[in-house]
Nanobody
Framework: VQLQASGGGLVQAGGSLRLSCVAS????????VAWARQAPGKQRELVAM???????NYPDSVQGRFTISRDNAKNVVYLQMDSLKPEDTAVYYC??????????WGQGTQVTVSS
């Protein structure tokens, strides 16, 4: 599975961004996808997950502000991020898990939220 993330950028606090993760090399509808982020000096943390069946999960830190969705026809997973805060600043990565439980990571996309 190959993953290509895009959509990062600079936004003011309170603003919105939408990230995209395009997958190839596998049957897209069979894979679960997650978004994770890593800020400087911190561990990578998951911020949104969507199963092959469309079930979603979020940590408390982004619940109600971030929305993950998938379009199986386009092989893409989106992360809509609203009400952004400076602490959301990080490099965002998409991760896929195939039906054999193999993990794949895409390259990151930088999100910077100014105060």
């Amino acid at each position: 599975v190959q993953l290509q993330a895009s959509g990062g950028g600079l936004v003011q606090a309170g603003g919105s961004l939408r990230l995209s993760c395009v997958a190839s090399g596998s049957i897209f509808s069979d894979i679960a996808v997650a978004w994770a982020r890593q800020a400087p000096g911190k561990q990578r943390e998951l911020v949104a997950m969507i199963s092959s069946g469309g079930h979603t999960n979020y940590p408390d830190s982004v619940q109600g502000r971030f929305t993950i969705s998938r379009d199986n026809a386009k092989n893409v997973v989106y992360l809509q991020m609203d009400s952004l805060k400076p602490e959301d600043t990080a490099v965002y990565y998409c991760r896929a898990i195939d039906k054999d439980h193999n993990y794949y990571w895409g390259q990151g996309t930088q999100v910077t939220v100014s105060s």
